[in-house]
């Protein structure tokens, strides 16, 4: 996908008025709403990096040695579920710098399967999203049909 005159403006730095927020009576991905989401984004990984730097801490300082058997249960039990947490944040963090790459190259906010707009609202909700409602909700049914299929009982099927 091509630039748009718009996004070609955004290579010049925007600075946003206090209190910001897109509206659907803008033109779509204004260099305004590319700035808000970049912020968005950017505010968003760097909290995700901050939560595991402190994970990362934690785990530095924790007693591993407890004497007792349901403590060191207890510690175990909290440190997987944390670490679990912090894989998650992981491939959010990849997702979020995916987001950003698409920000740099001028696709962001337009559909991968269709190249049509994502839409302010959907954006602001996931403004990870890489694919409008009609073509995320086709992904979906494909995955839920083709997952029901693969978990079909042979021995109740017949």
């Not at 204004?30 to 990984?45: D, H, S, T």
């Not at 403004?127 to 995320?136: K, S």
């Not at 839920?144 to 109740?156: A, C, F, G, R, S």
Request: aromatic share 6%; net charge negative; proline share 3%.
């Amino acid at each position: 996908m091509q630039k748009t005159d718009t996004q070609k403006a955004n290579t010049q730095k925007v600075v946003l008025p206090e209190g910001y927020k897109p509206s659907e009576n803008e033109e779509y991905m204004n260099p305004m709403q590319i700035e808000y989401f970049k912020q968005k984004l950017l505010a968003w990984r760097d909290d995700l990096l901050d939560d595991s730097r402190e994970t990362l801490d934690h785990l530095k300082t924790e007693n591993w040695n407890e004497p007792d058997l349901n403590d060191r249960a207890s510690v175990e039990t909290e440190t997987t579920i944390e670490l679990k947490t912090r894989s998650r944040y992981c491939k959010l963090i990849s997702k979020i710098e995916s987001t950003i790459e698409r920000i740099e190259k001028g696709n962001y906010g337009y559909c991968e399967e269709t190249g049509e707009e994502i839409g302010v609202k959907r954006l602001e909700a996931r403004p990870v999203a890489t694919l409008c409602i009609e073509a995320q909700m086709r992904h979906e049914n494909y995955e839920k049909t083709h997952i029901d299929e693969d978990n079909v009982d042979v021995h109740t099927a017949i």
